[in-house]
């Protein structure tokens, strides 16, 4: 089950920019340049904190089955 969970993050690594950058499109009034720097560091930290679950999850038990 946890492994499911740990897989699940670990694709929403990937869609986390396509989610963030229309968000952040549509709620921010700055210029367009702005816009997409924003959303994209915003999608590089989430990212971040999924690869980290996903690598704790992982790695909880050491690497593969037991």
Known sequence: MLDSIGEII???IFITPLV???IVW?????SKLY???I???????ISFVF???SWTILL???LGPT
């Open 10 to 12: 670990w694709f929403a």
């Open 20 to 22: 963030t950058i229309p």
């Open 26 to 30: 549509k709620r921010s009034e700055q």
């Open 35 to 37: 816009r997409i720097l």
């Open 39 to 45: 959303g994209l560091a915003i999608a590089l930290l």
């Open 51 to 53: 690869f980290i679950m």
């Open 60 to 62: 909880r038990n050491g």
